[in-house]
């Protein structure tokens, strides 16, 4: 059983550029859920996708966006970049049909924006 | 709106048991969750408890659960020096709602 990957490990971009971040599921689950974690904070829930569907948004700008694919992949997309985007950005996939919410997670991706 | 709060630190001696609390405000969370993230890498699920159970046992770890004062702690017996990770609670109606992660040391 393969569990959540995440790429690229780390980026580095300017302000003002747009990123496209990328998640693979754990086989099996049809759900995927982003968060941001701030240095020193806990995660930050940004959006979730059930069956590509979005199933759920935070308190996020709309230049944050995302995609689900066929597959149960994602990807979450920030437009505009701002310095304040730099962080650890969190997938983690789930079986959105068991009722447990029970979120396994990736590795994150490292975004520092300069 | 929903919150999730926690203890920044706690330092302990190899050996003890370490008891990390939280509190929440979202009586509706279904289940609570505990995870541990160590330095660099993502969050590992440690354990989870449904809303309306009391305790949880699970090898070391003991998660105890206080409905009416929606308070929720999780006890290591016999930690570790590869306990040292920052511990996080969450909360859940679907989404997760993370405290800030208390941050274990446990000294040799």
């Known amino acids: 059983e393969t569990g959540v990957t995440q790429s690229p490990t780390h980026l580095i971009k300017t302000r003002g550029q747009q990123v496209t971040l990328r998640c693979s599921s754990q086989?099996?689950?049809?759900?995927v859920s982003w968060y941001q974690q701030a240095l020193g904070q806990g995660p930050q829930f940004i959006f979730q996708?059930?069956?590509?569907?979005?199933?759920g948004r935070g308190n996020f700008p709309p230049r944050f966006s995302g995609l689900q694919f066929p597959n149960y992949s994602s990807e979450l997309n920030v437009n505009a970049l701002e310095l304040d985007d730099s962080a650890l950005y969190l997938c983690?996939?789930?079986?959105?049909?068991?009722?447990?919410?029970?979120?396994?997670f990736g590795p994150g991706t490292r975004l520092t924006v300069l | 709106g929903e919150d999730v709060e926690q203890s920044l630190f706690l330092s302990v001696r190899e050996g003890d048991s370490s008891v990390i609390n939280c509190t929440y405000t979202?009586?509706?969370?279904?289940?609570l969750y505990w995870y541990k993230q160590e330095p660099g890498a993502g969050l590992q699920l440690l354990t989870y408890?449904?809303?309306?159970?009391d305790m949880k046992q699970d090898q070391r770890l003991t998660v105890l659960l206080n409905k009416k004062d929606k308070h929720l702690s999780l006890r290591i017996a016999d930690t570790q020096t590869g306990d040292s990770a920052i511990y996080f609670c969450?909360?859940?109606?679907?989404?997760?709602?993370f405290g800030q992660g208390t941050e274990l040391s446990v000294k040799p």
């Open positions: 983690a996939s789930s079986d959105g049909t068991s009722g447990i919410y029970e979120q396994f």
């Open positions: 086989s099996g689950h049809n759900t």
């Open positions: 996708y059930y069956r590509e569907e979005e199933n």
């Open positions: 979202d009586s509706s969370s279904t289940y």
């Open positions: 408890i449904f809303s309306n159970m």
């Open positions: 969450a909360s859940s109606g679907g989404k997760l709602i």
